[in-house]
């Protein structure tokens, strides 16, 4: 049983704000040594205490050892070690593009941090979504608090007891609660706020932060489809699927939630998803330790009744059982719109199966419903991936696998539209909680540049500033095609070079010559020049 959390009071919350922002006013944390301190230590803050992590992950969530680590804690200190060593080059003051016009006032944009910012995360990976944007917040040189999960009390409650421990009470501080705590939060103003969760709450926070004109990201979730190209590897494709809809008993939010498969590969692809469950599974789903649970009463019911009312047929799995919250790794076909599972954000392990004739059809369904935070495509076909890619919008979007690229160095994850907006991991963790300030010197004697700026205005100096405008290209002409009759004019000019390259070199020199072979090339390529 995990330990019953204590809430902090509201005078509390009053005292952890204001003391943070002495501290940010400070400047404290500015220097960049004293941040990769701070990062070094929530390294450490981990590596100490894993076991200790791990058995709080299994109270909560009755998470195995091995997803424990691979899900959560390696990749959590592993990006402590990438802002580590990036920190410096991150913060590093940039020089803005190079411009004639404006080179001698030494334009740069600083990175500065955007002050006291909030992190509100979720129960369902408590410790890369609590500890992973206070990464990038330290890196950025913010003071932070966190808001952990009230649902997953023995990861929030080891959190709370060992920060102090390791990181500089008076730059990071966790608050314990639920609504009313989350309430009294944001009635303050803050730099930045992240809010990790559902996207009916992420309304609440939204409405609350714009009340004080915070800044905010959103990483909200939805219904991440898997469209499947039925020449695909059904074999590898079903069993990166399984393994994203079982891991973590399917509470993730870029886990794939529904499948949209050709028609006639339907029985085909629940064969091969039913084997990948069976290879994972070998001794049955209800008595393998390697399953999580759902976290609490109210999500197991919410996604009984789902599975209870669906109107497609259970073609494997099924098996549900109260008292332990567990919910085995159901695969449901011939799954319509409209079905019960097809009504919102499954976040378990349930998996409908929609039939449908062709990837047009696929890609028109996804079009009709809320922008997903993750998109899937399995095929081997470019153009098919490309198709499914350039006619939808999502997140993500991914091409044979799963939930792999939010672990990926290099790219960000974050929504679009009712999915979430922002974007963060690692460096665009680090860019989310940082301000790029304009900044710039202007020399005494620019004036004699652009003194006509100043009163009074004059022709002279209307025209003396004219003459710094910019000059842009000749104007296009529209044809039935539009862009076709631009590219055979940009290609004409190289042809007429050529052209009169060669009529050079064969010695027609004169001018009526060259004149006569210019006019026959604008009349056979149609086109002014």
């Known amino acids: 049983m995990a330990p019953e959390l204590k809430f902090t009071t509201f005078e509390e919350i009053d005292e952890i704000y204001s003391t943070l922002n002495k501290t940010f006013r400070s400047g404290k944390t500015k220097p960049i040594a004293f941040r990769k301190v701070q990062i070094l230590q929530l390294a450490y803050l981990l590596q100490d205490n894993l076991e200790r992590f791990k058995e709080a992950l299994a109270i909560d969530l009755g998470r195995p050892p091995l997803e424990a680590s691979f899900l959560e804690l390696d990749s959590t200190i592993s990006d402590c070690k990438v802002a580590y060593d990036r920190v410096d080059k991150w913060a590093r003051t940039e020089k803005a593009p190079f411009n004639i016009k404006f080179a001698a006032f030494r334009p740069v944009i600083r990175k500065e941090p955007k002050g006291v910012v909030l992190s509100i995360s979720p129960f369902n990976y408590p410790i890369w979504l609590s500890l992973?944007?206070?990464?990038?917040?330290?890196?950025?040189?913010?003071?932070?608090?966190?808001?952990?999960?009230?649902?997953?009390?023995?990861?929030?409650?080891?959190?709370?007891?060992?920060?102090?421990?390791?990181?500089?009470?008076?730059?990071?501080?966790?608050?314990?609660?639920?609504?009313?705590?989350?309430?009294k939060l944001m009635e303050y103003p803050w730099g930045h706020v992240l809010y990790t969760g559902s996207g009916r709450v992420g309304k609440i926070i939204g409405v609350a932060a714009a009340k004080t004109l915070s800044p905010i990201s959103l990483e909200l979730g939805g219904k991440s489809p898997v469209v499947i190209d039925a020449r695909c590897d059904f074999k590898i494709a079903a069993r990166r699927i399984m393994w994203g809809k079982c891991a973590n008993a399917g509470q993730t939010c870029v886990a794939p939630d529904y499948v949209l498969v050709p028609r006639s590969s339907e029985?085909?692809?629940?064969?091969?998803?039913?084997?990948?469950?069976?290879?994972?599974?070998?001794?049955g789903a209800t008595t393998t330790p390697d399953l999580s649970r759902i976290i609490n009463l109210e999500h197991f019911h919410r996604l009984k009744n789902l599975l209870d009312n669906t109107s497609g047929t259970i073609a494997f799995g099924?098996?549900?059982?109260?008292?332990?919250?567990?919910?085995?790794?159901?695969?449901?076909?011939?799954?319509?719109?409209?079905?019960?599972?097809?009504?919102?954000e499954l976040f378990g392990p349930i998996l409908p199966i929609m039939p449908v004739d062709d990837v047009n059809e696929a890609i028109a369904y996804i079009n009709a419903h809320d922008h997903p935070l993750a998109l899937y495509c399995f095929s081997s076909d470019a153009a098919f991936k490309n198709k499914v890619f350039d006619?939808?919008?999502?997140?993500?979007?991914?091409?044979?696998?799963v939930m792999v690229h939010c672990a990926t160095d290099g790219l960000p994850f974050g929504g679009i539209g009712p999915s979430g907006s922002g974007y963060h991991t690692r460096g665009f963790t680090f860019d989310m909680f940082t301000h790029l300030r304009a900044s710039l010197d202007s020399p005494g004697w620019i004036d004699n540049i652009l003194g006509a700026r100043f009163p009074p205005y004059t022709s002279g100096k209307i025209a003396?500033?004219?003459?710094?405008?910019?000059?842009?290209?000749p104007r296009p002409s529209m044809s039935a095609n539009?862009?076709?009759?631009?590219?055979r004019r940009r290609n004409s000019k190289w042809l007429l070079l050529v052209v009169s390259l060669a009529v050079a070199s064969i010695g027609y020199t004169r001018a009526a010559d060259v004149g006569e072979w210019a006019r026959w090339l604008k009349g056979l390529i149609q086109i002014k020049v």
Not at 464 to 473: A, C, Q
Request: glycine fraction near 10%.
């Open 464 to 473: 003396s500033l004219k003459r710094l405008g910019v000059k842009l290209p």
């Open 132 to 183: 992973g944007p206070i990464i990038g917040a330290i890196a950025a040189g913010n003071c932070v608090v966190l808001k952990p999960s009230e649902l997953c009390p023995a990861i929030s409650g080891l959190i709370a007891e060992l920060i102090p421990k390791y990181l500089d009470n008076d730059v990071i501080r966790v608050v314990l609660g639920a609504v009313p705590e989350t309430s």
């Open 482 to 487: 539009g862009h076709g009759l631009i590219e």
């Open 318 to 344: 099924g098996q549900t059982d109260e008292s332990r919250k567990f919910i085995a790794p159901t695969v449901v076909k011939g799954v319509k719109d409209g079905d019960s599972l097809m009504s919102d």
């Open 267 to 283: 029985d085909a692809f629940v064969k091969a998803l039913k084997d990948a469950h069976d290879e994972f599974y070998p001794s």
């Open 391 to 401: 006619n939808t919008q999502s997140g993500s979007a991914v091409a044979n696998d």
